[in-house]
């Protein structure tokens, strides 16, 4: 694995990532920190992805704190996070300030379409290839592989609250994890 | 307005919404609009669902349509204002957590959480994925088309190591030029 040299190169790879991400930054961070950078192994990053999942603010926001603390405490949970805020914030503050034209363009609303189904895509994608890590889950594949599509169903399908779904199937996956591996 | 504006009451909002935002501020969007739509009256309708639709359309995360809200409510400092009060508790309580976490990594509940919790976590990805592509299965116009870029960009991600940023921009360009 590797790790970042400096603050400033800690807070330009947040940048890049956060830019990269049209409707939601998940694909690209799992990309980015994964694939190219090498900061964290697949099982890594979905350990990190689950704590910074269940404590409240926006999971891929909570991530960058995380990984950021990891490398270079508080200094670095600041830079990472000033890098995933700070750009976008004026981007989409600058489109606010320009929503009133943009809207009434059928190319932008056009544009706009593509993109999202795209985006959708990637998130997709995204689960798809994390998947594996499941692969040397204690709890065994099957287990881990069948709590992950209770997961989805509950999500996905019956649109429960996500508390509660936590609650079923995350403390259910904890109780088993701890009968595994006492 | 049926409220006088008042910093503090936006800062103060925000403040208590972040630490009940689990699963993101998304969660929490029924009460903003509750507060700033019906309650107070700083923003219309149009206003606060073309705050959301736009953050989302937006490069960066997702919580930036906090930002918006508070830009469409006061300008800069309310944009400033609404983020600050988002983000504080949340981000204190995640390095707390992490830090706990990480000096008690040998601790049994710890890798049991972190076991436990991969298959939900994986589970939540894919979902959100489906809820995502979910309006473009049901809308009647354009539906072959967006499934089919959804198709190809999974597949294209799984398969090579294109940029993720060229399928974005191919899928807006595919879209503006009326191929999807």
């Given at each position: 694995?590797?790790?970042?040299?400096?603050?400033t190169?800690?807070?330009?790879?947040?940048?890049?990532?956060?830019?990269?991400?049209?409707?939601?930054?998940l694909?690209?961070?799992?990309?980015?920190?994964?694939?190219?950078?090498?900061?964290?192994s697949?099982?890594?990053?979905?350990e990190?992805?689950?704590?910074?999942?269940?404590?409240?603010?926006?999971?891929?926001v909570?991530?960058?704190?995380?990984?950021?603390?990891?490398?270079?405490?508080?200094?670095?949970?600041?830079?990472?996070?000033?890098?995933?805020?700070?750009v976008?914030?004026?981007?989409?503050?600058?489109?606010?300030?320009?929503?009133?034209?943009?809207?009434?363009?059928?190319?932008?609303?056009?544009a706009?379409?593509?993109?999202?189904?795209v985006?959708?895509?990637?998130?997709?994608?995204?689960?798809?290839?994390?998947?594996?890590?499941?692969?040397?889950?204690?709890?065994?594949?099957?287990?881990?592989?069948?709590?992950?599509?209770?997961?989805?169903?509950?999500?996905?399908?019956?649109?429960?609250?996500?508390?509660?779904?936590?609650?079923?199937?995350g403390?259910?996956?904890?109780?088993?994890?701890?009968?595994?591996?006492? | 307005?049926?409220?006088?504006?008042?910093?503090?009451?936006?800062?103060?909002?925000?403040?208590?919404?972040?630490?009940?935002?689990?699963?993101?501020?998304?969660?929490?969007?029924?009460?903003?609009h509750?507060?700033?739509?019906?309650?107070?009256?700083?923003?219309?309708?149009?206003?606060?669902?073309?705050?959301?639709?736009?953050?989302?359309?937006?490069?960066?995360?997702?919580?930036?349509?906090?930002?918006?809200?508070?830009?469409?409510?006061?300008?800069?400092?309310?944009?400033?204002?609404?983020?600050?009060?988002?983000?504080?508790?949340?981000?204190?309580?995640?390095?707390?957590?992490?830090?706990?976490?990480?000096?008690?990594?040998?601790?049994?509940?710890?890798?049991?959480?972190?076991?436990?919790?991969?298959?939900?976590?994986?589970?939540?990805?894919?979902?959100?994925?489906?809820?995502?592509?979910?309006?473009?299965?049901?809308?009647?116009?354009?539906?072959?088309?967006?499934?089919?870029?959804?198709?190809v960009?999974?597949?294209?991600?799984?398969?090579?190591?294109?940029s993720?940023?060229?399928?974005?921009?191919?899928?807006?360009?595919?879209?503006?030029?009326?191929?999807?």
């Open positions: 694995m590797n790790r970042p040299e400096s603050l190169e800690l807070f330009v790879a947040f940048t890049r990532l956060a830019l990269q991400g049209f409707g939601g930054v694909a690209v961070a799992q990309r980015e920190l994964v694939e190219r950078l090498e900061w964290l697949k099982e890594e990053f979905v990190t992805l689950a704590v910074a999942q269940v404590l409240p603010g926006p999971n891929v909570n991530l960058s704190l995380m990984v950021g603390d990891r490398f270079f405490g508080t200094r670095g949970a600041i830079a990472a996070l000033a890098g995933m805020l700070s976008p914030a004026v981007i989409v503050l600058g489109l606010a300030a320009a929503y009133g034209e943009l809207s009434q363009h059928p190319l932008a609303v056009n706009l379409r593509g993109m999202g189904a985006s959708a895509g990637l998130v997709l994608a995204t689960g798809i290839k994390l998947l594996p890590a499941l692969k040397h889950n204690p709890m065994g594949r099957a287990t881990a592989l069948g709590l992950a599509f209770a997961a989805f169903m509950l999500i996905g399908l019956l649109r429960w609250p996500l508390v509660a779904v936590l609650a079923v199937v403390g259910g996956g904890m109780l088993l994890a701890w009968r595994k591996l006492r | 307005m049926t409220v006088p504006f008042d910093f503090g009451s936006l800062f103060l909002h925000f403040l208590v919404l972040s630490p009940m935002s689990i699963g993101g501020a998304i969660t929490t969007v029924p009460e903003m509750r507060f700033l739509v019906a309650q107070t009256g700083w923003l219309n309708e149009t206003e606060f669902t073309t705050s959301i639709a736009l953050a989302q359309a937006a490069p960066g995360p997702n919580i930036l349509f906090v930002a918006v809200l508070g830009w469409n409510v006061a300008g800069l400092p309310g944009a400033a204002t609404a983020m600050a009060g988002i983000m504080l508790p949340s981000t204190l309580l995640t390095l707390t957590a992490t830090r706990w976490a990480r000096a008690n990594r040998e601790h049994m509940a710890v890798r049991a959480f972190s076991v436990g919790m991969m298959p939900l976590t994986l589970g939540l990805i894919i979902a959100t994925g489906w809820l995502l592509a979910l309006p473009f299965l049901r809308a009647d116009d354009h539906r072959l088309g967006t499934l089919a870029l959804i198709a960009t999974v597949l294209l991600t799984l398969k090579t190591r294109l993720l940023v060229w399928m974005v921009l191919g899928g807006g360009v595919l879209g503006a030029l009326g191929f999807v």
